[in-house]
C-alpha cells in the first residue's frame, strides 16, 4: 500500500533562517505532491503543487523540489518568519485517483 | 466566491445518538471528498462523491457511516450510533477537476465532533 512519511513531528527554528521539511514515500509513483498548511483549528489551506516532471516549483518565499528517483520531496521557507509557525502537511494523489493520502505532518515553530 | 462551508462547527452527541455534518462545496465544484482528523493523527480519507453518486467509499468504516451528495443541497456526512472513538474533527473537501492533469482540493473549516 502507498505510504507517505514526513521527517519530524516538529521543527524549531530562529526567525530569518530557511526551514527545511521533508516528505518520503513509498510503493509509488505519483504524478504529482501537493503541500499544505494547517493552522490549530482550522482546515489545511493548499500551498504548491509539483509535478514528477518539474524538479522545482518557488512561490514567494517557498519552494518545493520532487526526486522522483529518491521518493522524496523537500518543502524549503526562506527567511521564516513567526507567522510561518504552523503544520505543513504533503500529499499524493493515491493510485486510484480519487483522494489525497496525508502525511502525519511536521509542526513548525519559528522563534523570533 | 465563498470558501468550502462546513456545519455545524462543533457538535456533542451522546453515545448511540446520530450526528449529520454538512459540507456546502465551493461554487462550481462538483466533487466533494470527507476526510477525518483523530488526535495526534494526520488526515484520513474516508470517502469522495460527485452529484447523486458515490465514487469511492473504501476509507469509510462499513458500518454506522454513510455519505450522500444530493442533486441540490449539501453533501452530508451521517455517523448513526455514535460512540466515543468517533470523536475526531471531520473535514470536507471540494475541487472542481479531480485527477488528470493535477487538482487542487480546498477544505473547509471542518467539523468537531465530541462523543460523550
Known amino acids: 500500500s502507498q505510504k507517505i512519511e514526513q521527517n519530524s513531528e516538529a521543527l524549531n527554528i530562529q526567525e530569518g533562517k530557511t526551514a527545511t521539511l521533508t516528505c518520503n514515500y513509498t510503493?509509488?509513483?505519483?504524478?504529482?505532491l501537493q503541500w499544505y498548511r494547517q493552522d490549530p483549528g482550522r482546515g489545511p489551506v493548499f500551498l504548491l503543487l509539483i509535478r514528477e516532471n518539474e524538479k522545482e516549483k518557488r512561490k514567494e518565499r517557498l519552494k518545493v523540489t520532487f526526486d522522483t528517483t529518491l521518493k522524496q520531496s523537500l518543502f524549503h521557507i526562506t527567511a521564516s518568519q513567526p507567522a510561518d509557525s504552523a503544520t505543513y502537511l504533503c500529499a499524493l494523489l493515491n493510485q486510484a485517483g480519487t483522494a489525497l493520502i496525508f502525511g502525519k505532518g511536521t509542526t513548525l515553530s519559528v522563534s523570533s | 466566491n465563498a470558501g468550502v462551508m462546513q456545519n455545524p462547527r462543533h457538535l456533542v452527541r451522546r453515545r448511540g445518538q446520530e450526528a449529520r455534518l454538512r459540507c456546502s462545496p465551493m461554487k462550481g465544484h462538483s466533487h466533494v471528498y470527507w476526510y477525518r482528523q483523530l488526535p495526534e493523527e494526520g488526515l484520513k480519507f474516508m470517502v469522495y462523491?460527485?452529484?447523486?453518486?458515490?465514487?469511492?467509499e473504501s476509507g469509510m468504516p462499513k458500518e454506522r457511516f454513510s455519505a450522500e451528495f444530493p442533486k441540490e443541497g449539501p453533501s452530508i456526512l451521517r455517523i448513526q450510533q455514535v460512540v466515543r472513538g468517533d470523536s475526531a474533527a471531520y473535514f470536507c473537501?471540494?475541487?472542481?477537476?479531480?485527477?488528470?492533469?493535477?487538482?487542487?482540493?480546498?477544505f473547509g473549516p471542518g467539523t468537531r465532533l465530541l462523543v460523550l
Open positions: 462523491l460527485q452529484k447523486e453518486n458515490i465514487i469511492d
Open positions: 510503493n509509488y509513483s505519483p504524478a504529482y
Open positions: 473537501a471540494s475541487s472542481s477537476n479531480p485527477g488528470g492533469d493535477g487538482e487542487t482540493q480546498y
